[in-house]
């Protein structure tokens, strides 16, 4: 496989709607993850006591490497990607909804998805980059690069092309989610480590017979779209830049990430950017 998938990676350019001619090379925006990943690592190898670390207004916590990250990423994005294309980032002040509703693509980026990993040092912490694109009332991912530093390895996607993993030595494979029906036994079931809430524990026992994984940050996502796992149900809060690499990687793996209310694929930069609960799903076969 590796020669040619290679290849074809390399080749993805992705037009940036709305931005003239502008496009995007999807080699890019891997080589950014990278860059992004290489600002966190030499924080994460430093004594705990350097990282700087504060607690946010929301209780969430934040080091110096998720800011260092967050200036690589943006730099990189305004003067050389992409000058023009709007940054949603979680480290950077939201636009107001009224411009927002306004953009035709925009960049949706968690620079250090994963921080608590981060601290208790378990090296499941990633940097995720998506390309974003309005569809009549909201917006998808259309391009999106999930970069696991600790490990190398990069998954990436663009829509109508396909999901790759690039791994540290630079060979790329194709990602293929798992084909399944809901009423096979043993399916695995990504959930997580500290506590299952008793919605999450249902969804878990209405399967026959289910193993159970657990793995940090969008890592969960990335086991599905690898076709490691099945179902990966998160019946708790994360906001949009959790999420918009992630999906777009799952789904061109064959897999989809569907709103567990109205049983579509999770929406974009809505008036409140937080998302609703969601299920991950292979490629589910009823």
């Known amino acids: 496989h590796i020669g040619p998938l290679s290849r074809s990676m390399d080749t993805i350019n992705y037009g ?27 924080i994460y190898d430093k004594p705990s006591e350097d990282w700087e670390k504060q607690v946010k207004s929301d209780d969430s916590p934040l080091t110096a490497a998720d800011l260092a990250a967050n200036k690589v ?10 000058p023009g294309v709007p940054i949603m980032s979680e480290e950077n002040k939201q636009a107001p909804y009224e411009e927002r509703s306004r953009w035709v693509s ?3 980026i968690d620079p250090l998805d994963g921080t608590k990993e ?25 391009l999106g690069v999930v970069y696991a530093p600790v490990t190398g390895k990069a998954y990436v996607a663009a829509k ?15 990602l293929t989610a798992l084909t399944y029906s809901p009423k096979d036994e043993g399916l695995v079931m990504v959930c997580s480590r500290s506590h299952l809430d ?34 990966y149900p998160r019946l708790a809060p994360t906001m949009e830049w959790d999420t918009a690499a992630s999906q ?19 929406r974009y930069c809505k008036e409140n950017l937080r998302n609703p609960f969601f299920i991950c799903y292979a490629n589910k076969r009823e």
Not at 118 to 142: C, H, W
């Open 198 to 231: 008793e919605r999450t524990q249902a969804i878990i026992d209405s399967y026959a017979s289910p193993k159970t994984t657990s793995m940090g940050s969008s890592l969960k996502f990335m086991l599905v779209a690898e076709g490691t796992a099945h179902v």
């Open 248 to 266: 777009i990687v799952v789904e061109e793996a064959g897999g989809s990430v569907i709103d567990y209310e109205t049983n579509e694929a999770l």
């Open 16 to 42: 940036v709607e709305g931005h003239g001619s502008l496009t995007v090379k999807l080699t890019e925006v891997v080589s950014l993850a990278e860059e992004a990943g290489e600002a966190i690592l030499s």
């Open 106 to 108: 925009y960049w949706c």
């Open 73 to 82: 990423i943006c730099d990189a994005l305004t003067s050389k990607i992409s």
């Open 160 to 174: 109508g092309h396909g999901s790759f993993m690039k791994s540290k030595d630079g060979q790329v494979s194709k």
């Open 118 to 142: 981060f601290i208790k040092r378990n090296g499941e912490f990633t940097v995720n980059i998506a390309l974003m694109q309005r569809f009549s009332d909201y917006a998808s991912p259309v």
